[in-house]
């Protein structure tokens, strides 16, 4: 199982590039500006040889540079987390198990910035069934795992991830891992802080970059220490399943998410739009 890239991949980006400009510039020549370099950057470096992650993230850096908007999603994660706190109270977490904080956390995924608060709502309480389901082999481990990492996803899933890191606490020291910098809609450090967060976990660091996912060369020295030394990585969304499936199988990343594209789905072994809940 990895994710390189696949042909179809190609206009993703490309609606990647044009959604990122749009979101970071008003003025009509600044925003023009940005889709060209970063359609042009596209045309000249993708490759099915490498990961979608590796053209992706230079071209949110392109647009960020040329537009000089350092967040472009700002307004996007402040919609996503007002959602989030209009949504969560309608789910009972008193006596969940280690099974339905995970399910909780996964429902988190059906957040998204363009679906109204009824539709995501509406999304959440459909049933979530995996069509990989490694939870007991996780449950197992954590019966001998001393350090933990849980990688976290986009702002607006912040609050759906709180339940679980709170039980995985119980058996062993987690910390709970957001962007360095922006990138797409994903949690930062900047957003914990503003949105009044960091008090929901016991421990916050970030990857150090601002990659979609984490490609471990580019992020600091404390994450990479903090990858090597956990027993258990829980990390949620495609992502991370994009970058760190490019790593050996070690038996220690649990890869938690939802199947949104067919290259993922394809890449993991699933129908489209399928839950994974993968130890690999």
Known sequence: MNMKAREECYPCLARLARQAAELAADDEVLRDTAISEGLAYLEREFSVAGTSIAVATPIHRLVKSITGNPDPYRKVKENELRMARALMPQFETAGMDLRDCIVLAVRGNCIDFFMDLEQAAKDMRKPVVFALDDIQRVKDRLKSAKRMLYLADNAGEVLFDVPLVRMLQRHSPVTYVVKGAPVQDDATLEDMGRFGLFDQFPSVISTGTD????????????????????????????????TLSELPAEGKVFHVFKAKCRPVAESVGVNLDSFVAVLR
Do not use: C, H, I
Not at 211 to 240: H, I, N, Q, W
């Open 211 to 242: 990659t979609p996912g984490v490609v471990l060369e580019m992020a600091s020295l404390e994450f990479r220490d903090a990858f090597r030394d956990s027993d258990l990585v829980l990390a949620k969304g495609m992502g991370y399943w994009e």
